[in-house]
């Protein structure tokens, strides 16, 4: 039995989800079978969206299953990763009952879809270290042992941390909870590592090792939804039948689909390029700021800042026009915030609004 199967719900075994219209197989020319208008709005001049988009456009899984390079079996389209993140919930943890275990600080979606699906959320908090931030997988490992979480995520690269975790540790954590859990590697800034191992090939290996990405950062899609879970086919099967009918409108599909030309996907790594070295100076910069007490090193397209005072920080930054993540809810980021890696003229920016709070304080 693989592990998804043993940790599935159990009421769900034998869930076929909703038989929309779209996905009865059978051919014909005359299409009256779900209630789809007879003609085009007057909005939508080239008639793409009179019709029902098919649930899982196979153009579009074909051309994900080839960037990440898995077979389109085991790839699942979702609504941006958050739609995956809540799937795996819904589909892996009993609703009211069930956890998950994360290392805060980090993402929050995973302890939003818990808390609305009733189920508990273990913190394994990372570490600060002299050299980043550490997630405890070992513990992590431990926490769902003991508390027999079915879902353990781990986001890498760490978003607020920045964090890289080592792909040996992660398939190690994967190996350890074999027949037990998930382990969930939200990969949603895997391009801006400085090196990000393909964990694809490793899907093979480990039937419990679910893979996010997301067209959202490096794609510079967020406005289109498109995320993907990769996994095991037996997990991509599951995922769907909890999926809602028609999870991918038919615009942001052929928006997708022209980013994932090859011209697009040139663009998109000249781009995830040139954040990397803007985060390198910006890094460099700030942490020659008066006023700065730390910022981490990150593999992601932000990076998490420690001040002195960060309410004057917030507030100067906000006083130039310049919005940031207040983090100093999230335990250990007390004193920080997240800021995204910019074109050049916003982190300047960002530079000039600080130095002003660093005279001030002269
Ligand atoms: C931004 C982000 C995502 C992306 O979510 P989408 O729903 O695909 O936009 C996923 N995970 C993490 C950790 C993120 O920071």
């Not at 879902?151 to 760490?158: A, E, I, K, T, Y």
């Not at 382990?183 to 990000?196: H, I, M, Q, R």
């Not at 993907?228 to 769907?240: H, K, T, Y």
């Not at 942001?252 to 697009?264: G, M």
């Amino acid at each position: 039995m693989s592990t998804a199967e043993r940790v599935l719900r159990s009421d769900l075994r034998d869930f076929s989800g909703y038989v929309s219209a779209a996905r009865q197989a059978v051919h014909g020319e005359t299409w009256l079978n779900a209630n789809e208008a007879a003609t085009a709005s007057l909005a939508d001049a080239d008639e793409r969206c009179r019709r029902y988009p098919p649930p899982q456009p196979a153009a579009l899984v074909g051309a994900l299953a080839a960037l990440y390079g898995v077979q389109p079996a085991q790839l699942l389209a979702t609504r941006g990763s958050d739609e995956g993140i809540d799937l795996l919930l819904r589909a892996f943890c009993p609703p009211g009952a069930g956890a998950i275990v994360i290392a805060p600080p980090v993402f929050g979606m995973y302890a939003v879809c818990a808390r609305l699906h009733g189920s508990r959320v273990i913190e394994v908090p990372a570490r600060r270290g002299r050299s980043g931030w550490h997630s405890d997988l070992h513990a992590m490992a431990q926490a769902a042992r003991d508390t027999g979480a079915s879902l353990v995520f781990v986001c890498n690269p760490g978003n607020p941390t920045g964090e890289c975790i080592d792909t040996d540790a992660i398939t190690a954590l994967a190996h350890s909870l074999q027949g037990q859990a998930l382990v969930v590697l939200d990969a949603a800034y895997a391009e801006f590592a400085d090196a990000f191992p393909d964990m694809a090939p490793l899907l093979d290996a480990h039937d419990n090792l679910v893979i996010l990405r997301t067209l959202s950062k490096a794609h510079a899609l967020a406005g289109a939804r498109i995320g993907s879970v990769l996994a095991d086919p037996g997990i991509v099967r599951i995922l769907q039948r909890c999926q809602v009918p028609y999870p991918l409108p038919a615009p942001a599909v052929s928006l997708a689909l022209d980013a994932l030309q090859p011209a697009a996907l040139a663009a998109t790594r000249a781009r995830a390029a040139d954040c990397k070295m803007q985060r390198s100076r910006m890094l460099e910069a700030l942490t020659a700021q008066p006023g700065v007490a730390r910022v981490w090193p990150s593999q992601g397209n932000f990076l998490l800042v420690e001040f002195e005072q960060p309410q004057a920080a917030f507030d100067a930054l906000l006083a130039a026009g310049v919005v940031v993540r207040d983090m100093r809810s999230q335990p250990g980021c007390e004193r920080a915030l997240r800021i995204s890696i910019g074109r050049r003229t916003d982190n300047a920016r960002v530079l000039a609004a600080l130095a002003t709070l660093a005279e001030r304080a002269a």
